[in-house]
Every structure is written in C-alpha cells, then in structure tokens.
C-alpha cells in the first residue's frame, strides 16, 4: 500500500498524437490514473486522442475550446468556451466532462456557478 502525500503532478506539456500514447503506457506501467485536461479544439481535430484516455480508464476534463484567457470574455463568452469544449469531448468519448481548468489558472465568478473547477 502506498503511503505519504498523495501526488496530482501537473503535466505542463501538451498531450498528443505522439506523446499521448507514451503517457498512456507509463500510466498503465505504474497503475497510475490521470485526469487529461483537453482543448476542444484539438478534441474535435483528433478525437481518437481523447477517446484513448478514456478506453484506457482515464478521465478527460474541459480546458475550454480554443484556451482564452476567461477574464477577457464575457459571460457568454465563457460559456460557450466551454459549452463548445464539452460537446467536442462528448463526441469523441460519449462522456460529457465534470472537470474545467481554465487556462492560465485565470478564474471568473462565471466559472463557479455549478461547475467543479480545477
């Protein structure tokens, strides 16, 4: 059994064609789960990426369509940043995401009305 801190590490690099599936065999060399904060954009590009995380039995979060920073958008803005990055990760996993991490860190009180934030 495992003991000390429990460890999230923040992979700074973006996941992709290449690295995705690398990540996803270490991951599973250290029975390891993850969650894959994605950009819709990229998700609707390449979708079998996103559908890889989740067969392996790995979560995949909202890290909104196009990666603004949120503070400069309106409120509807913001939403659609996200509610355009949920739909593109829907249809690659057939899962709608719980998570969101906004880019940059860069939170609104938009961000948390009824979202988990990350």
Known sequence: MRSGPL????????????????????????????????????????????????????????????????TRLSPAGVRNEIDRAGAAIRAATGTAPTFMRPPYGAATPVLFSGRPIV
């Open 7 to 70: 460890r999230c590490p923040d992979l700074r690099r973006r996941a992709g064609l290449r690295t995705t599936p690398q990540l996803l065999s270490i991951l599973e060399e250290k029975n390891a789960a993850a969650t894959f904060f994605m950009q819709g954009i990229n998700t609707s590009a390449n979708p079998g990426i996103a559908k890889q995380v989740t067969d392996a039995g790995h979560t995949v979060g909202n890290h909104t369509f196009s990666h603004p920073y949120l």
